[in-house]
């Protein structure tokens, strides 16, 4: 005799629960992927933070040291350019004149910038606030554009002509003027940018 089929009502129920289960096994396959990618997500949203977070920290400092050497030259050239003058004034007058005791030409500023290229290669620059960034490029694209035209006024000064020493003071005392004015320039973007860096430091975001 041959044996007897399932009930059918039996058959059916497996079959639920065997589709139930395989339901089940998906869609705790797929949390668990969901799960892996959002702690991916934080993790590396995490190391990000941390990482401008040392970046804001360097930027401060560099900053704040670029800002203490403007300073000290600024008010170097802007006497220096008094005190030509001066000497100029009394070469034209046909009275003896000197050069300062303490001048010695232009003094030049050598701006720390491996924090701010430190976070350009590092790309962390775009994960910065869009008001730190702002603050932060204009001040280090202006003390490129200040290189450049120390460089400048250095090599005019260079063009030095022992005939005609009124000429010479002239061109010092320009350069001086000149490179006090970019100085004046930068103070405000320096004290910017700090200001940036410091609130976002203060509140992250």
Known sequence: MA??????VL??????HGLSRLLFEMV????SVLLAFAVNDWSNARERRQLAHRVLEDLQREIAFNQHAIGDSLSYHEQMSKSIRSAREQLAAGGAWDYPADFDGLR?????????????LSQTLPHLTVNTLAAVSALYTQQDQYTQNLHLYAAAT?????????????????????MARDERQLVPLMQAALTA???????PQ
Do not use: G, W, Y
Not at 169 to 177: A, V, Y
């Open 28 to 31: 705790l396959l797929i949390a």
């Open 3 to 8: 044996p007897h089929s399932l009930d059918p």
């Open 197 to 203: 860096v410091d609130s976002e430091l203060q509140n």
């Open 158 to 178: 260079l063009q030095s002509d022992n005939k005609d020493a009124l000429r010479d003071l002239r061109l010092t005392e320009n350069c001086l003027k000149q």
């Open 11 to 16: 058959e059916r129920h497996r079959e639920r």
């Open 108 to 120: 030049e500023i050598l701006f720390q910038r491996a924090a701010f290229d430190s976070a350009m």
